[in-house]
Structures are given as C-alpha cells and as structure tokens.
Nanobody, 120 residues
C-alpha cells in the first residue's frame, strides 16, 4: 500500500520560513513527477511547484524566488523550502505524485495535507 506522508507545516510570522517534507512509502518501483499543491479556504487547489524525477522544476508565479522544491530519490522524499512567507501563502499544502509504479500497476497519489498559517 502506497502512502504519501507530509510533515513540516505550522504557524509562522510573515517573513519567516518553513520546510515541508513528503515521504512516499510502500512497495514502490518508480516515482515520476512529484509536486506540492495548496488550497486556501474558498479557493480551488492550485499547483505551487513540481519536480521531475530528473530534477526539472516548475513554480507558480506567486512563489518564484521564495520557494524551492527538491527531492531525494533514494529517500523517496520531496521537500518544499518556503522563505519570505506571506499571509496569502496560508493554505493546506498537499503533496502529489503524479504516477507511482508498483507491482500492481501505476497511478497518482495525494498526501493528507498539512496546514501552513502565516500571520501578519
């Protein structure tokens, strides 16, 4: 059974930093792209950043220059370093793997979400 488990959320003042982690576990053969999404109250879930298995990255315009996504393929873990946080970054952050291959097949997975709250 594949799981994505996030950690690192919390409450921080504007201008502060947080680092999110998401570890994949289970009988995994390969993991393709991984990413972080967020959903604020009353808004749709949006892509924050994504990284391919080879390390190519993309970012939402709103976080460019402030957030950095990285991954450790050996640990099956993706990270999101968030600096210069703003109140508008407040949301539930979800980890996503767009395709995880196991002996039983391949599909996408979501983590359970972690709350990030930035106070002004």
């Amino acid at each position: 059974q594949v799981q994505l488990v996030e950690s690192g959320g919390g409450l921080v003042q504007a201008g502060g930093s947080l680092r999110l982690s998401c570890a994949a576990s289970g009988s995994i053969l390969t993991i393709n792209d991984m990413g972080w999404y967020r959903q604020a109250p009353g808004k749709q879930r949006e892509l924050v950043a994504a990284i391919s298995s080879g390390g190519s990255t993309i970012y939402a315009d709103s976080v460019k220059g402030r957030f950095t996504i990285s991954r450790d393929n050996a640990k099956r873990t993706v990270y999101l370093q968030m600096n210069s946080l703003k109140p508008e970054d407040t949301a539930v952050y979800y980890c996503n793997a767009d395709r995880i291959v196991t002996m039983r097949g391949a599909r996408g997975y979501w983590g359970q979400g972690t709350q990030v709250t930035v106070s002004s």
